[in-house]
């Protein structure tokens, strides 16, 4: 990470100098400022940082992030940077993962039956599938760190620099994202045929079912270090889901749910969870991160 100090210059050249750092180098930049002359520098930079100072708030106003201190941004780019970046690129993949096995369910209910035009899911349920059902779930990825503290972060410098070669949001993990989507949604729709082969209704049933369940366990395994606010999220969020069949009933047939019913939602669910999270510990073992290293 390279600085450059602009002393004594004019609004317009602290802007020019930005544009051309970002056009000749093709980095992000961050401009830091405390003055009203400051705001077309800070604006111009992909990440504004103002410093609210004797000279006013305009650059603090106008920036991304206001500070009360200079000697506060290695705690604002070192530590919340990092895990904002950790936390953004997990959360945008896991999104996207839970809207393609719900298409790859879909794909495959049409295909085997016929190219028929019927949706596998009620509207009703892919709302609150998207919603109150794994809202808490996906948020509770906010709440999730890599290492327990500031001060590890601070001694071990190169826990920041890994982060720099974009390893955690590029084309190769969204690709492994898209193959587990796949992979999951196609085994549920099938496993849910072969079990529930007599029952149409019970199909139905039994994919949202296995996809919740799914969902879940997908959200311990990427999670780094699951604590008691995160274990609630995903217990309350089953909990939504167990109370609303019994308030939706037409749309889960709660009359065919019974202990067979419970029990085959549960092996179809582990069988598409398991062999993901196997590799993935196996991975974590064979090839760990650099936070992990540190804190063995």
């Given at each position: 990470m390279n600085g450059v100090i602009c002393c004594r210059c004019s609004p317009l050249q602290k802007t020019e100098i930005v544009k051309k750092i970002k056009y000749y180098t093709g980095l992000r930049v961050a401009a830091i400022g405390d003055g009203g002359n400051d705001v077309g520098m800070i604006q111009e930079a992909d990440v504004g940082i103002g410093i609210v100072g004797k000279e006013g708030k305009h650059a603090s106003l106008a920036a991304d992030f206001s500070i009360e201190q200079f000697n506060t941004i290695s705690r604002l780019l070192f530590w919340h940077g990092r895990l904002s970046y950790i936390r953004t690129a997990l959360l945008a993949q896991f999104v996207v993962h839970r809207g393609l096995i719900v298409a790859a369910v879909q794909a495959i209910f049409i295909f085997m039956f016929y190219f028929c035009s019927i949706p596998v899911f009620n509207?009703?349920?892919?709302?609150?599938?998207?919603?109150?059902?794994?809202?808490?779930?996906?948020?509770?990825?906010?709440?999730?760190?890599?290492?327990?503290?500031?001060?590890?972060v601070f001694k071990f410098p190169n826990l920041y620099q890994t982060l720099q070669k974009g390893r955690l949001l590029s084309t190769r993990t969204i690709l492994i994202w898209t193959t587990q989507s796949l992979y999951q949604g196609v085994l549920v729709m099938l496993s849910a045929v072969l079990l529930f082969e007599d029952s149409f209704v019970d199909i139905l049933s039994i994919n949202f079912t296995a996809l919740m369940m799914i969902e879940l366990l997908n959200l311990y395994t990427v999670l780094k270090k699951p604590n008691w606010l995160i274990y609630g999220c995903l217990i309350l969020s089953f909990g939504v889901y167990l109370a609303s069949i019994w308030i939706f009933k037409d749309y889960f047939n709660a009359s065919s749910i019974n202990k067979e019913f419970i029990l085959k939602a549960f092996l179809i669910a582990f069988a598409s969870w398991a062999p993901v999270h196997i590799i993935s510990c196996m991975f974590k073992k064979l090839d760990p991160s650099d936070a992990a290293k540190i804190q063995r």
């Open positions: 509207p009703y349920l892919l709302l609150g599938y998207a919603t109150y059902y794994t809202f808490l779930p996906v948020f509770c990825l906010v709440f999730d760190r890599d290492v327990d503290n500031e001060e590890i």
